[in-house]
């Protein structure tokens, strides 16, 4: 098949023949088809999903940017998108009834079976963030007193349902349905069939709360060698499974978020396919907050004016401090994002960060001070501008990684995500400091620059 | 327990009481434990580490930044380094091993059994980033001929050993070593011990080639529901098993590094109990190429510098210029990571991307150019200074996200990677472009503007 071969999806969406249809993606590299599904018209790809056989819509949807699977099954009957949602894994179908507008996930809901509506209810009531949101809630357990026979015959008998359960462990709970224990399927193998589950379970097990945040459960999971562990409300009822790839997921997707964030994309994703409005839009609600930023920074060039009139050589080096500043600044906000993420460093810890950041701010500084001064003299011919230059840019390095180190600190603790606000902040208060140091000492030296 | 009991754990290092520190590690949740042990000088990180039962020691070297792990088994004497890393799942153990100087790898493989330094050693030759660097060469495998019976007496005389495998399937080769299918453990319960394993095995597995790209790891993973799938060589030989979970946290990694790399930490991850010069070096590389650049953007302003003596006013827009088309293209550079992640992008596609950053950039830089404009008119009291700067201003947002969106495709295209380069590469080119465009009007109309 040509490498290119996705491109003619649209053409076999035209035929409108389901089983031509399915044959072609079926034909189609995974990679392949998530692009050549990604690439189609909101309405082509409505009616691709429409078409196919529920099973198969569901598994491309896994691949697909999240604002498209929205999109999509917003639009669709919702007797046809309850049969998609319900081929999809608990808590990937409650993010994404999640993300429906309310009515819309009202009646997809209404389309399920009661129990399936009620445990999708349960999961998206969790923030995405925290273990509750995180968990499936296909689980295997059985009371304590069970006889490894019986549990045995209950997977032979419900094999078919379980399938979709990618079942690691059993779990064990008394009458009330309270974790006691873990079980192996190696020890179902290994035992004779009268044991009680009770006698070769692992007891004490490790679980999870399920308003464990990202970061604890990360940390657990470093913690264990286990890929799943039971999450158990306060009482200890077993609520569901928590899969380390699904924190690893999610981790993932919140690194490239704060990307995204520190970028200037906000309010979700951009995708190329989407309305062109829209792209624009969102990218001007951060751009035109920044031109606010930029004029109050720019307002310290204006107050001066007249130093610059006198010594305009000043006007090439602003520029060049604004842009090295705001480098070393994100750099120490770079530094910081990483240790909050790996925990080695708390929230509380500003007067530590700020002290690590002088040091290094302060060597920093000297280097691409004189550097930047020597550039200076050598370009006016004036040995004072280029000491001008170079020291506001060395004490404004250090200002900067302090703030950078810190802002992000500061922020977490105010409940702001550092993602998003930490840039903004830092590059205003370091471009009017900075532009405040260079223009203040050519004023008082004057007569030694002109 | 107080919260800030980790606090102590010099103190209890010092005791050099093996039995209380072990006790006193049990006792702190795991991310104090992480914060605690990240937080030692180095010398008693060692310390700590050859004191331990070399599992525990394994378990808290899982939750450590990479730089510290490498730096306390360099330092340890190879028979104690050997036995924590031999305690360590072989995937993580050839990570470790891979990141010490050859001589102190030697030495630690020198001291491990046979059969696991072959396998420490074949996994570290692979790279990081594809499917053998991430695979496990722990693996159940049995030949075709094998009777159920057989499996499960194997499972149950070797349960011990097999503990650490987290294992979820079993695999079936010919006697060449060639894999055949996949057993799941369920099929083993449910099937009388007579019964051969081809016979109840899957056929035709998926499985990933040991070559396989990240990219294609994370594709390949979107389309199944298993956890782990089997590695073969291009002769399907097994080689081992790739776990889901190995290539989330990957890409997790990859995305940290990412972050870290557009905001210039480059050389690996940078921690603040880092030595000083260390952590002043590695930024000041970055920062001294980004100085170079600056200089060479500013030398347009220098070449301009009788039309800014003339009008002065336009200093104090040449930093939001610079600074606007650079949030601008930084948004585009985030928009196609993000697709090229997604897999909603391919390298080739420059054109198209272009042309989609086209009509994005003309009405952002119409509403900047604008704004900015209208600035400029207020504050100068010129209206062509206003048209001068808002002109300049559209024009350059429109080359910023169009270089911005097409830049890590090319970067992509030619290995070089662009979550480093693209960054420094867009704001020296738009901030020339924008110093050059606004100067060279300016030039051009100066006798509206005096």
């Excluded at 077993?238 to 997921?249: D, P």
């Excluded at 929230?347 to 530590?352: A, G, K, N, S």
């Excluded at 170079?390 to 004490?395: D, E, H, P, R, T």
């Excluded at 471009?431 to 008082?444: E, I």
């Amino acid at each position: 098949m040509s490498e290119e071969t996705w491109r003619d999806l649209p053409d076999v969406i035209e035929t409108a023949d389901r089983e031509a249809l399915e044959r072609f993606l079926d034909g189609l590299a995974p990679d392949d088809r998530t692009l050549a599904v990604s690439r189609l018209p909101e309405s082509s790809r409505e009616l691709l999903l429409e078409t196919i056989d529920p099973e198969e819509a569901a598994e491309i949807i896994e691949g697909l940017p999240d604002a498209q699977v929205t999109e999509a099954i917003e639009h669709m009957p919702a007797e046809l998108a309850a049969r998609i949602v319900e081929e999809l894994p608990s808590h990937h179908a409650a993010d994404v009834v999640g993300d429906l507008r309310l009515e819309s996930a009202e009646a997809i809901l209404c389309e399920l079976t009661p129990a399936d509506a009620v445990d999708i209810r349960a999961l998206s009531e969790y923030e995405d963030d925290v273990c509750g949101g995180l968990m499936a809630s296909e689980k295997l357990s059985y009371d304590a007193t069970t006889p490894v026979g019986d549990v045995v015959a209950d997977l032979q008998s419900n094999a078919d349902r379980y399938k979709n359960y990618d079942v690691q462990y059993v779990y064990v709970t008394d009458t009330a349905g309270r974790l006691e224990g873990v079980l192996f399927l190696r020890s179902l193998l290994l035992t004779p069939p009268w044991t009680l589950i009770s006698e070769i379970m692992l007891t004490e097990p490790r679980y999870a709360l399920d308003t464990a945040t990202i970061e604890e459960l990360h940390a657990l999971f470093d913690s264990i060698s286990f890929s799943a562990i039971p999450v158990v409300d306060e009482q200890r009822h077993l609520l569901g499974v928590l899969r380390r790839s699904a924190v690893e997921r999610r981790r993932a997707a919140r690194s490239d978020r704060d990307y995204r964030l520190t970028q200037g994309i906000v309010g979700g994703e951009e995708l190329r396919t989407m309305p062109l409005i829209t792209r624009a839009r969102r990218r001007l609600s951060w751009l035109s907050v920044n031109v606010v930023l930029n004029v109050i920074a720019a307002s310290v060039i204006a107050a001066n004016e007249e130093t610059l009139q006198q010594v305009i050589a000043l006007a090439v080096f602003l520029p060049i401090l604004s842009d090295m500043s705001g480098c070393s600044g994100n750099q120490a906000v770079a530094v910081t994002m990483r240790e909050l993420s790996l925990g080695v460093v708390r929230p509380t810890e500003i007067v530590r960060t700020a002290l690590k950041e002088v040091s290094v701010g302060a060597i920093n500084g000297l280097c691409l001070g004189l550097l930047v001064g020597a550039a200076a003299w050598a370009y006016s011919g004036i040995p004072w501008l280029g000491a001008v230059v170079g020291i506001a840019l060395m004490l404004n390095t250090i200002l900067a990684v302090i703030i950078g180190g810190c802002v992000p600190l500061v922020l977490k603790r105010f409940g702001v995500d550092p993602a998003l606000a930490s840039g903004p902040l830092l590059t205003t208060v370091t471009d009017m400091c900075g532009f405040f140091l260079v223009l203040t000492f050519a004023s008082a030296l004057i007569d030694k620059l002109v």
